[in-house]
């Protein structure tokens, strides 16, 4: 027990230092009714046209199969909070985990640094980094690791710093102190249901209808945007932030302090008309190393020519 409380102190030490702010670690089992739960969320058709969520479903649900052997799934959140907005209020808005660099890109390298870390430190331990980009089902895992709740507008919610992180995963065969999950705090808050434009929250909460998420539509989606949302949008043009916004949680939210994080002086600066007349080549030289890039020049012109039409 020594050993393991010990590498469990070291592991979340190393992880902080890193910049995750918060650690917890969860048993790798099959997630049982996580699995039901995610069978009932494709069988109402709510992930739209995102086909690839139908995919690999074993490998969602038992991490086992990710990494043989497995035995934890360290899980950490990266703050991405800020302050900055974008100066002309009428501008097309993005979505505040886009300002900066890329997250996938700036939160895997920092996994792979702790999991030398722990290959170092500890021994030869088989493990694979996550950060929203293989079959791995972040929010039940970071609830299992007691990072917080999944809140009625299905963000994992934390009890000192609300919604805006990112999270990660490490799984790997090492044995650890697990961590208890938190109970639900929303109580009877239905301010993210009451706000969502499109109405993508369930009534009763809980559940995503995510093809009628604004930032399914502004990302995902690449065909045209139904001609149904048309007003509907809050002048988003790459994701949303409104249900997160509107989250009482959210004001324990602090400034990160990552540099790759901030914003390009461009982003902040573009009034309605610099968006409406951009070009390809500003829209590389702005989002270079951005997640925005995923949405490309052509369709993020199509969601800003849809909020004009709107």
Not at 6 to 24: K, S
Not at 195 to 220: H, K, M, N, Q, V
Request: proline share 5%; aromatic share 12%.
């Amino acid at each position: 027990m020594q050993t393991t409380q010990r590498n469990t102190e070291i592991i979340r030490a190393e992880a902080q230092r890193l910049g995750f702010e918060f650690v917890g670690f969860a048993r790798a089992e099959r997630l049982d009714d996580e699995a039901r739960n995610l069978e009932k969320w494709l069988s109402r058709n709510a992930h739209g046209r995102m086909a690839y969520m139908e995919n690999h479903f074993d490998l969602r649900t038992d991490p086992t199969l990710l990494v043989p052997g497995a035995k934890t799934v360290i899980c950490l959140t990266f703050n991405y909070f800020t302050t900055e907005k974008q100066a002309d209020p009428d501008a097309p808005k993005i979505a505040t985990y886009a300002y900066g660099e890329d997250y996938h890109h700036v939160i895997k390298d920092k996994l792979k640094l702790l999991l030398q870390f722990i290959q170092t430190e500890i021994g030869e331990v088989n493990g694979r980094c996550f950060v929203d980009s293989a079959p791995v089902m972040e929010r039940e895992w970071a609830k299992r690791a007691g990072l917080g709740w999944n809140g009625r507008n299905t963000l994992t919610i934390h009890p000192k710093r609300g919604s805006f992180f990112f999270l990660a995963e490490i799984i790997c065969d090492l044995p650890l102190l697990y961590d208890d999950p938190i109970r639900d705090h929303c109580g009877t808050c239905r301010r993210c249901i009451e706000a969502c434009p499109t109405e993508a929250i369930s009534p009763e909460g809980y559940f995503l209808d995510a093809s009628r998420c604004i930032s399914y539509l502004t990302i995902e989606l690449r065909d045209e945007i139904p001609a149904e949302f048309k007003g509907k949008i809050d002048d988003w043009m790459f994701g949303c932030d409104v249900c997160q916004d509107v989250c009482p949680w959210n004001r324990f939210s602090e400034r990160h302090t990552e540099p790759a994080f901030e914003p390009h002086p461009d982003l902040r600066t573009f009034s309605r008309r610099d968006w409406e007349e951009l070009t390809e080549e500003v829209f590389g030289k702005i989002f270079k190393k951005s997640a925005v890039k995923r949405a490309k020049f052509e369709g993020l012109k199509r969601n800003i020519g849809f909020l004009e039409k709107g």
